[in-house]
């Protein structure tokens, strides 16, 4: 993905709920934690690159962005904004 937007982006931290397995053997149904799995990610967003999800980069070089992480809007939490940062002058 190429960098095209001349604007500031978002440095954030996002709170948001992840898959998960439970348990490596059966297990009675009231074993079961009910507790979601909750994941902390920090990332530059990137507006409107997949559809339905919030995506963080963790790295920028040269207009081109790397290790992108596609949350599903409906398992974030919370999106903190730490910072923006202007990538125009590359």
């Known amino acids: ?3 095209t937007k001349n604007e500031p982006y978002s ?3 996002v709170i ?3 898959a998960h397995s439970d348990g490596d053997v059966w297990m009675p149904e009231e074993s079961i934690d009910p507790e979601p799995a909750v994941v902390t990610s920090v990332g530059i967003i990137l507006d409107q ?3 339905g999800h919030l995506t963080l980069a963790q790295s920028h070089v040269h ?3 790397g290790t992108l992480l596609h949350v599903p ?3 974030v939490e919370e999106i ?3 910072t923006t940062i202007d990538l125009g002058a590359e």
Do not use: Q
Request: proline share 5%.
């Open 1 to 3: 993905m190429t960098t």
């Open 49 to 51: 690159v997949k559809p």
């Open 63 to 65: 207009g081109h962005w």
């Open 11 to 13: 440095l954030a931290i």
């Open 73 to 75: 809007i409906s398992m």
């Open 80 to 82: 903190t904004i730490l």
């Open 16 to 18: 948001w709920h992840d």
